[in-house]
T-cell receptor, first 116, second 115 residues
Framework: AQKVTQAQTEISVVEKEDVTLDCVYE???????LFWYKQPPSGELVFLIR??????QNEISGRYSWNFQKSTSSFNFTITASQVVDSAVYFC?????????????FGTGTRLTVIP | DAGVIQSPRHEVTEMGQEVTLRCKPI?????LFWYRQTMMRGLELLIY????????DSGMPEDRFSAKMPNASFSTLKIQPSEPRDSAVYFC?????????????FGPGTRLTVL
């Protein structure tokens, strides 16, 4: 069965601090895909990144970086030098097509508040 | 591209009324998803379609919920009769299943309030 755990329900940081959002996943499949989405206060869900299970290379995009480690089944998200605009709920999600499923399994989300 | 379009953005109705939510996926996408988001249950998949065919509707709460996709550019989610516990934000998402980049793109959501 597929499962995504985001143990951090809420995090508050002061602007310019670095923050890491944790994501741990479970799947029996060898091929799978991991995603991060951002949900700002306006409510829409914004796609941030997609990573497949064969690519453990870390990704950096501006102030955002992602650390994928299959050994610990984790796909953590770090924001460097946080800004107030980063305040949002962040969701980690898993898709395991080998089981025939095209749908995403979402974690419960981490609410990040960046204090000016 | 206009992205995924949902209408209405907000809907307030009374218990027992029929509610129809609409979605236009991104042109060229072949998969469409309906999700519901509540504080208690988070984001949960209701149903998804591949090439207009319903593939998995195991998330549909009960027979009061139904979804259709008559063509590649339109889908509806209907609740009849509606109940207060149906109050939630309903998201539609689309993707290109089978391609190299198959991430789902979400619409802005419909906030449903059932009084």
């Amino acid at each position: 069965a597929q499962k995504v755990t985001q143990a951090q329900t809420e995090i508050s940081v002061v602007e310019k601090e670095d923050v890491t959002l944790d994501c741990v996943y479970e799947t029996r499949d060898t091929t799978y895909y991991l995603f991060w989405y951002k949900q700002p206060p306006s409510g829409e869900l914004v796609f941030l990144i997609r990573r497949n299970s064969f690519d453990e290379q870390n990704e950096i995009s501006g102030r955002y970086s992602w650390n994928f480690q299959k050994s610990t089944s984790s796909f953590n998200f770090t924001i460097t030098a946080s800004q107030v605009v980063d305040s949002a709920v962040y969701f980690c999600a898993l898709r395991s097509p080998e089981t025939g499923a095209n749908n995403l399994f979402f974690g419960t989300g981490t609410r990040l508040t960046v204090i000016p | 591209d206009a992205g995924v379009i949902q209408s209405p953005r907000h809907e307030v109705t009374e218990m027992g009324q029929e509610v129809t939510l609409r979605c236009k996926p991104i042109s060229g996408h072949n998969s469409l998803f309906w999700y519901r988001q509540t504080m208690m249950r988070g984001l949960e998949l209701l149903i998804y379609f591949n090439n207009n065919v319903p593939i998995d509707d195991s998330g549909m709460p009960e027979d009061r919920f139904s979804a259709k996709m008559p063509n590649a550019s339109f889908s509806t989610l209907k609740i009849q009769p509606s109940e207060p516990r149906d109050s939630a934000v309903y998201f539609c998402a689309s993707s290109w299943f089978g391609g190299k980049y198959d991430e789902q793109f979400f619409g802005p959501g419909t906030r449903l309030t059932v009084l």
